[in-house]
């Protein structure tokens, strides 16, 4: 959730120490937050979003001619994440109960709307002629590529060798990656803890540069 009960989802997530986590769980690699800030922030609820018009797909698994054909996951995908949402709703109350705080309850936070048609009858394919789609904005992130760093600092992948962001070659570090050390890591809120990590290091190989036996 965006908040609750009168508490930031960063707030949560550090105090439940679900920043600070340092094994990915299965499944759960991607570390993307469904919330918004505008409008002074809030949860993206999809069931609403196809509430309000928004056509809901599965996963895109392939094209024939002008025919686009979906898997049929969106409905497990969503019933995934509202597992997710509620576990750590519960896991707040919990705390609270837990520490004896004085936070007002949050009953509506639990209620769900109802599954739109979009789930229940889920598309499996659209002909694009007929539905008049003319064009396609795909957003589907992006990869990295790091072959512009012309030092010996990528493993056979082409992705950054590191240990904690401190890479074999002398003079490169890398912050800002998903999970380098934590689930916080590529999040403003959490790559602190990297950067004070690597900052330390760096002072610590200059006192060994700086050394000198006698002195």
Known sequence: PRSYRDRDFVWW???????DLEVMEPGKEHVTIAVSGSHGGFTIDFRELAHRGVTLVGLTEAFEGKTIHFTDDLSRNILDGDTSYLSLLDAADEYVRRNGLDLPEEPKARKMLADPECMTHPIREIDMTVSQITSIIWATGFLSDYDWLQVDALDGDGKPAHQRGVSSE???????????????????WGVWHDAKHIAGHIATQRQYAAYCPGD
């Open 13 to 19: 997530l550090g105090v439940l120490g679900l920043w």
């Open 170 to 188: 002398p003079g490169v570090y890398f912050v800002g990656l998903p999970w380098l050390s934590r689930r916080g890591s590529s999040f403003i």
